[in-house]
C-alpha cells in the first residue's frame, strides 16, 4: 500500500532563506509526482508535476527532484517570500495505490516572515 | 479558459438530509475527480470518471456517497443521510486524460454537517 510522507509538518523561516521540503513514499514503483501549494481556505494550484523517468522539474525559484528508488522528492524554495507562507502538498500516482488517483501526503505549512 | 469551478462554496446542513455538491471542470478535460480534505485526515480520493468508462467508486466511504457526470463534463456528488463525519471540503479535479498529465483542482465546497 502507498504512504506519503511529508517533513517537517510545519516551517518557520525569516524572508530570503532557500529551503528544502521533503517527501518520501513507500512504493517506488510511481507514475508521477506532483506538489501542490494549498492557500489556507483555497483549493490547491499545482506547482510542479515529475513523470517517473524525470529526476527534476524547475519553475521559477521552485525546484523539485525525484529520486525513485530511495522513494525520496524533495521541493526546493530559493530565496522565500512572505507571499509562499501556504501548505505544500505532495502527491504520487503509483501502481499499488490505485493508478487513477494520487495519493497525498499531509503536507509541510510554511510560514515566511518579513 | 476558466478553471474548475465548484458550488456552492460553502453549505450548512442538518445531520439527515442529502446534499449536492457540483463541479464543472476544464473544458476539454475527460478526467475528473473528486477528493475530500477533512481535518486531521488529510486528502483523501473519493472517485474517478474518465470518458465515457464505468467510474473508479474505490475511495467513496458508504453507500452514502455516489456521484454521477452528465455528458461527459459537469459531475455532482450526492450524499444522502448526512452525518457529522461527512463534514469536509470536497475538492473536484480534472486533467486531459489520465496518466500523465497534471490534474487541476477547483477551490472546494465546504460543508459543515450540524
Known amino acids: 500500500k502507498q504512504e506519503v510522507t511529508q517533513i517537517p509538518a510545519a516551517l518557520s523561516v525569516p524572508e530570503g532563506e532557500n529551503l528544502v521540503l521533503n517527501c518520501s513514499f513507500t512504493?517506488?514503483?510511481?507514475?508521477?509526482l506532483q506538489w501542490f501549494r494549498q492557500d489556507p481556505g483555497k483549493g490547491l494550484t499545482s506547482l510542479l508535476l515529475?513523470?517517473?523517468?524525470?529526476r527534476e522539474q524547475t519553475s521559477g525559484r521552485l525546484n523539485a527532484s525525484l529520486d525513485k528508488s530511495s522513494g525520496r522528492s524533495t521541493l526546493y524554495i530559493a530565496a522565500s517570500q512572505p507571499g509562499d507562507s501556504a501548505t505544500y502538498l505532495c502527491?504520487?500516482?503509483?501502481?499499488?495505490?490505485?493508478?487513477?488517483?494520487?495519493?497525498f501526503g499531509a503536507g509541510t505549512r510554511l510560514a515566511v516572515h518579513p | 479558459g476558466a478553471g474548475v469551478s465548484q458550488s456552492p462554496s460553502n453549505k450548512v446542513t442538518e445531520k439527515g438530509k442529502d446534499v449536492e455538491l457540483r463541479c464543472d471542470p476544464i473544458?476539454?478535460?475527460?478526467?475528473l475527480y473528486w477528493y475530500r480534505q477533512s481535518l486531521g485526515q488529510g486528502l483523501e480520493f473519493l472517485i474517478y470518471f474518465q470518458g465515457n468508462s464505468a467510474p473508479d467508486k474505490s475511495g467513496l466511504p458508504s453507500d452514502r456517497f455516489s456521484a454521477e457526470r452528465t455528458g461527459g463534463s459537469v459531475s455532482t456528488l450526492t450524499i444522502q443521510r448526512t452525518q457529522q463525519e461527512d463534514s469536509a471540503v470536497y475538492l473536484c479535479a480534472s486533467s486531459l486524460s489520465t496518466g500523465k498529465e497534471t490534474q487541476y483542482f477547483g477551490p472546494g465546497t465546504r460543508l459543515l454537517v450540524l
Open positions: 473544458s476539454g478535460h475527460t478526467a
Open positions: 512504493d517506488s514503483a510511481i507514475y508521477n
Open positions: 515529475i513523470q517517473s523517468s524525470q
Open positions: 502527491a504520487v500516482r503509483s501502481f499499488s495505490g490505485g493508478y487513477n488517483k494520487l495519493i
